[in-house]
């Protein structure tokens, strides 16, 4: 399953890697946000799932569009140097990948979190920490 996947960093080189590994691995990057008013502009944009940064180009706005893009349905997976900045979890997100990650933490992160919006029973990698 071909999947829209939309990428909320303001490290470009970060972004730029992520983006390549989606589309290899058969997924549709719909584009970079390096921050809130930029991933505003995908809102109304069908999105599968969002791998979001927490400190972006305008701050820690990482959490506010998390739960933005969790309202709207969007399947939300955290991909930050500094996961303890999430505390629990916020609601209607999946977890959190510490970077610097690898490719197939992100692959095997991206295949989970898209299995759990389908509604499959999938078992979560290692290295993701999962809220709630």
Do not use: C
């Not at 502009?41 to 791998?51: R, S």
């Not at 998390?66 to 999946?94: K, Y």
């Not at 990650?101 to 992100?106: C, E, G, K, S």
């Amino acid at each position: 399953m071909t999947a829209r996947i939309l990428i909320v960093e303001d490290e470009m080189l970060v972004a730029m890697e992520m983006e390549a590994i989606l589309q290899d691995i058969g997924h549709q990057p719909l584009g970079i946000a390096p921050d809130l008013s930029s991933a505003e502009e995908y809102f109304d944009v069908p999105i599968d799932l969002a791998l979001v940064d927490l400190n972006l180009r305008d701050g820690l706005t990482g959490p506010e569009i998390g739960r933005m893009l969790g309202s709207r349905g969007v399947t939300v997976l955290f991909v930050t140097a500094n996961p303890r900045l999430l505390g629990d979890g916020i609601a209607g997100t999946v977890g959190v990948i510490t970077k610097p990650t690898d490719q197939a933490t992100l692959e095997a992160a991206v295949e989970y979190a898209l299995g759990v919006r389908a509604g499959r029973q999938v078992t979560p990698p290692s290295r993701l920490n999962l809220f709630g």
